[in-house]
């Protein structure tokens, strides 16, 4: 089983920059992706981004491409998305999730139901 705990989120106002950080602990000898969900509100959660294990592959929604950045640390068991030129139609709960059973398809890296284990999320709200 692995723990994951979000952190970086808070109140910004459009334009500016939020880092999302989540710390992974418990089985995390291998974890083949690491990845984003949002929540907007009144709305189902939703893809953002995922990173693969080595960091070689990284995959966006198109609304975050060009203003999100996705990377992690191996080392540190974490995965970070750097969030620049916020929106307000980016306001959500974000979730951080692991991949870390075989057998994964990387085409389905950007469902839900692909990954193993969850964080509780951190909430982001991005004002006009």
């Known amino acids: 089983q692995v723990s994951l705990v979000e952190s970086g989120g808070g109140v910004v106002q459009a334009g500016g920059s939020l880092r999302l950080s989540c710390a992974a602990s418990?089985?995390?000898?291998?974890?083949?992706?690491m990845g984003w969900f949002r929540q907007p509100p009144g709305k189902e959660r939703e893809f953002v981004a995922t990173i693969n294990w080595n960091s070689r592959n990284t995959f966006y929604t198109d609304s975050v491409k060009g203003r999100f950045t996705i990377s992690r640390d191996n080392a540190k068991k974490a995965v970070h998305l750097q969030m620049n030129n916020l929106k307000p139609e980016d306001t959500a709960v974000y979730f951080c999730a692991v991949l870390n059973s075989r057998g994964y398809d990387d085409n389905n890296v950007y469902r839900q139901n692909a990954y193993d284990s969850w964080g509780q999320g951190t909430q982001v709200t991005v004002s006009s």
């Open positions: 418990g089985r995390t000898f291998i974890t083949f992706y």
